[in-house]
């Protein structure tokens, strides 16, 4: 069965510079959430979108921004990189908010 | 804002014993799931409890939903060495908007 795609898998950047991560939905999911993990803590929600638009939001910092494109794939753009933002990214889809199935996550290292 | 709160934090069990993690959350919640992460992978669903009042099980695994949705509760019976990873709940504060709780970080020793 599809899965939850990230890419990519691992990303390392320098502090101010910008990042692009990528997440693609199992098909026909119309929710798409974005998660934060740092190191021993729970995932803290960025933000979701049901049907391409912004549903809620959470603690993404203003450097931050996501959109959902027409065929569902979501993109979270990071900007002004700082070493605080080094974690794991999870995106996750849902049909309707239920289960949320997550993808195995982006691993990003700021340096 | 909305906090949901997990105890205990570490469990160290012997393989065969019982084990529970407790969620509670700050405000009254429309459901709770429930999600189990093995070390160095991703967040997998068990179940989402809707009811108040609301037991599931999964095999050796029993789900509660607390009579006023504002606690939770997961019991393992006869823990195995594949029962371990961090269980979180989550509940949904929002449309479409999970507040994960802190984790219980389950270790079964053989």
């Known amino acids: 069965a599809a899965g939850v795609i990230q890419s990519p898998r691992h990303l390392i950047k320098e502090k101010r510079e910008t990042a692009t991560l990528k997440c693609y939905p199992i098909p026909r999911h119309d929710t798409v959430y974005w998660y934060q993990q740092g190191p021993g803590q729970d995932p803290q929600f960025l933000i979701s979108?049901?049907?391409?638009?912004?549903?809620d939001k959470g603690s993404i910092p203003d450097r931050f921004s996501a959109q959902q494109f027409s065929d569902y794939h979501s993109e979270l753009n990071m900007s002004s990189l700082e070493l605080g933002d080094s974690a794991l990214y999870f995106c996750?889809?849902?049909?309707?908010?239920?289960?949320?199935?997550f993808g195995p996550g982006t691993r990003l290292t700021v340096t | 804002g909305q906090q949901v709160m997990q105890i205990p934090q570490y469990q160290h069990v012997q393989e065969g014993e019982d084990f529970t993690t407790y969620c509670n959350s700050s405000?009254?919640?429309?459901?709770i799931q429930w999600y189990k992460q093995r070390p160095g992978g991703h967040p997998v669903f068990l179940i989402q409890l809707v009811k108040s009042g609301e037991v599931k099980k999964q095999k050796r695994l029993t789900f509660q939903f607390g009579e006023a949705k504002k606690n939770s509760s997961l019991h393992i019976t006869a823990t195995q060495t594949t029962d371990v990873g961090t269980y979180f709940c989550a509940g949904i504060s929002g449309t479409y908007k999970y507040i994960f709780g802190t984790g219980t970080r389950l270790k079964v020793l053989a």
């Open positions: 979108f049901y049907e391409k638009m912004q549903s």
């Open positions: 405000t009254t919640l429309s459901n």
């Open positions: 996750a889809s849902s049909l309707s908010g239920y289960e949320q199935y």
